[in-house]
T-cell receptor
Framework: DTEVTQTPKHLVMGMTNKKSLKCEQH?????MYWYKQKAKKPPELMFV???????INESVPSRFSPECPNSSLLNLHLHALQPEDSALYLC??????????????FGPGTRLTVT | QKEVEQNSGPLSVPEGAIASLNCTYS??????FFWYRQYSGKSPELIMS????GDKEDGRFTAQLNKASQYVSLLIRDSQPSDSATYLC?????????????FGKGTKLSVIP
């Protein structure tokens, strides 16, 4: 089973709202990722959690705040977003961050629209 | 700057033909290579991974790797309209002790019935 789940599937929020995206995997993976993908572009890495600790932050603005409550769950808290933050937000997981041969599996994504 | 290059397409092939998708990468230290398929509006789906020089076959898909030429390709035999999607090449590099994926911009494949 290589399933990563994400909720919600779609989210529309105003620039003053606070919302959260959720991701869950039950594959026993110890690395989890957040990516942002704009139309006709490849995914861009935002954050990496390894063994529930933040290991990589790709200079993401502080209006995006990641959280890893346990080894199966990953959240992305959103606050005071801008319209240009509208995108497909993808969660992914892999067995470990530190191996060259571990495959990353993506969830279905959350389509975010900021109005 | 670690780069992964793909022709953006669109690549159009008739149904039943072989589709050939190509990818080159700049980092000679790259160790693992992946092909993801992404349908419009959906998330990337891993379809092939390859780590050693040569060919790797899985059903109608064959991945080919040539590290000396820094080249990886994906062949799709007996192409079907359902194969119409964007194919992302991803390369895993080592950097600062971690292994991150670098994606190409993707090649859009259209299989014509």
């Amino acid at each position: 089973d290589t399933e990563v789940t994400q909720t919600p599937k779609h989210l529309v929020m105003g620039m003053t709202n606070k919302k959260s995206l959720k991701c869950e995997q039950h594959m026993g993976h110890r690395a989890m990722y957040w990516y942002k993908q704009k139309a006709k572009k490849p995914p861009e890495l935002m954050f990496v959690y390894s063994y529930e600790k933040l290991s990589i932050n790709e200079s993401v603005p502080s209006r995006f705040s990641p959280e890893c409550p346990n080894s199966s769950l990953l959240n992305l808290h959103l606050h005071a977003l801008q319209p240009e933050d509208s995108a497909l937000y993808l969660c992914a997981s892999s067995q470990d961050q530190g191996g060259a041969y571990y495959e990353q599996y993506f969830g279905p994504g959350t389509r975010l629209t900021v109005t | 700057q670690k780069e992964v290059e793909q022709n953006s397409g669109p690549l159009s092939v008739p149904e039943g033909a072989i589709a050939s998708l190509n990818c080159t990468y700049s980092d000679r230290g790259s160790q693992s290579f992946f092909w993801y398929r992404q349908y419009s509006g959906k998330s990337p789906e891993l379809i092939m991974s390859i780590y050693s020089n040569g060919d790797k076959e899985d059903g109608r898909f064959t991945a080919q790797l040539n590290k000396a030429s820094q080249y990886v390709s994906l062949l799709i035999r007996d192409s079907q309209p359902s194969d119409s999607a964007t194919y992302l090449c991803a390369v895993k590099n080592s950097g600062a002790g971690s292994y991150q994926l670098t994606f190409g911009k993707g090649t859009k494949l259209s299989v014509i019935p």
